[in-house]
C-alpha cells in the first residue's frame, strides 16, 4: 500500500471519530470477524439507527491515528481483526447497544473500550461501562441530589403548615355553622 493511500486512510480514521472538539472521541473495539455478512450488516444497522458507527480498521494505522491521542492505550488492543465503534451521545450509549445486540449474535468479540481515560478490556469491561451512567443520566443524578434536600424542607414545612391550614378551616366551619345557629335563636 503507498504512502499516499495509507495517509488518506489514516486522515478519514481521524475524521469519522472526531468529536465536536475535533479530538477523536471515545471508541469501543470490536472483532466481527466470525459473524455472517448477514448478522454483520444487522449489527451495523441497529447502530446506525441510534447514528453509531462501526469501522473496520488496519491495526497498523489505527496505532498511528490514535497515537498522541486519549485512544492511545487502546493500542495493546489492536490484534487480528479490529472494528471500530463509536458514535451516539456517548460510549456508554454504544456499549449499551452493542450488549443489546451481540446477546443474539455471540460470535461478536468485545475487545475493550475507553472512557475518560479509563480502559475496559473485553467483554467483562465492556459489560460494565454499559452500566455506567451516560453524561444526561449523571446530570440528572445530580440535580436530583441537589434539589432533593430542598424537597425534604418544603415536605417538613408544608406538613405542619397543612395540619394548622385544616384545623383553621374546621374552626371556620363550627364558627360558621354556629352563626347561623345564632341568627335563627
Do not use: C, W
Request: aromatic residues 4%; positive net charge; without cysteine.
Amino acid at each position: 500500500m503507498s504512502k499516499l493511500v495509507k495517509e488518506i486512510m489514516l486522515r478519514d480514521y481521524s475524521a469519522r471519530m472526531n468529536d465536536a472538539d475535533g479530538n477523536i472521541s471515545d471508541v469501543m473495539l470490536i472483532d466481527i470477524r466470525a459473524v455472517k455478512g448477514t448478522d454483520t450488516t444487522k449489527f451495523r444497522a441497529g447502530l446506525r439507527k441510534k447514528d453509531m458507527h462501526v469501522t473496520m480498521v488496519r491495526n497498523s494505522l489505527a496505532r498511528k491515528a490514535f497515537k498522541g491521542t486519549k485512544l492511545e492505550p487502546l493500542a495493546d488492543m489492536l490484534s487480528g481483526s479490529t472494528a471500530v465503534a463509536y458514535g451516539g451521545n456517548s460510549i456508554v450509549e454504544v456499549a449499551r447497544e452493542v450488549m443489546t445486540l451481540i446477546a443474539k449474535m455471540p460470535s461478536v468479540q468485545l475487545k475493550g473500550a475507553i472512557l475518560d481515560g479509563i480502559i475496559f478490556k473485553g467483554r467483562a469491561g465492556v459489560e460494565e461501562l454499559s452500566k455506567y451512567p451516560t453524561k444526561d443520566e449523571a446530570i440528572a443524578r445530580v440535580v436530583t441530589l441537589v434539589v432533593s434536600p430542598g424537597r425534604n424542607l418544603m415536605g417538613q414545612v408544608k406538613g405542619p403548615g397543612s395540619n394548622v391550614a385544616g384545623l383553621i378551616k374546621s374552626i371556620e366551619t363550627k364558627l360558621e355553622k354556629g352563626e347561623v345557629i345564632g341568627a335563627n335563636a
